[in-house]
């Protein structure tokens, strides 16, 4: 299933995008949402969504993940995503984590710090409940605004 849904980015990408850097920078970005639906969810409710949005002119592309996690998950994730999301230097912050989580087996936590550290993206998030919502976002600069998509 994975695979599937991160050949629908790519395509995405490929076709609303018209660098393929900044395509492959939401492409790493949504790989690492969708292996954390796999590994943290604890319903069968999981979702990820990608959208540009914006005007004439600016777009900001935007990767929403849901899903269900238990209350220990959630607890953990807001408190990681909240020193990530303050985080004045995310490079340096995500070398640290790197450093906290070498000698850890088992899980890293570390695509999250990557997709704002090497990926440049804006990560956000919404908890609700048991409904953890992940944001990564971050503007593009050339996008296929002129063409008109079908199929």
């Not at 993940?65 to 995500?94: F, G, M, Q």
Request: hydrophobic content about 40%.
């Amino acid at each position: 299933m994975a695979s599937a849904v991160l050949r629908l980015v790519s395509s995405f990408c490929g076709m609303v995008l018209d660098d393929e850097s900044e395509s492959s920078r939401f492409y790493m970005a949504a790989h690492e949402l969708v292996e954390n639906l796999i590994k943290y969810s604890s319903g069968p409710e999981v979702s990820i969504e990608l959208a540009l949005e914006g005007g004439e002119g600016a777009r900001v592309l935007v990767i929403r993940a849901r899903n269900e996690a238990s209350p220990e998950r959630l607890r953990e994730v807001e408190r990681r995503l909240s020193a990530l999301r303050s985080a004045s230097d995310p490079v340096k912050h995500y070398d640290e984590l790197i450093c906290e989580t070498a000698m850890v087996e088992g899980v890293s936590g570390l695509g999250l710090a990557r997709v704002r550290a090497e990926g440049g993206l804006d990560v956000d998030y919404t908890i609700e409940g048991s409904r953890l919502t992940i944001i990564a976002q971050a503007p593009v600069a050339g996008w296929r605004g002129d063409e008109r998509f079908t199929g």
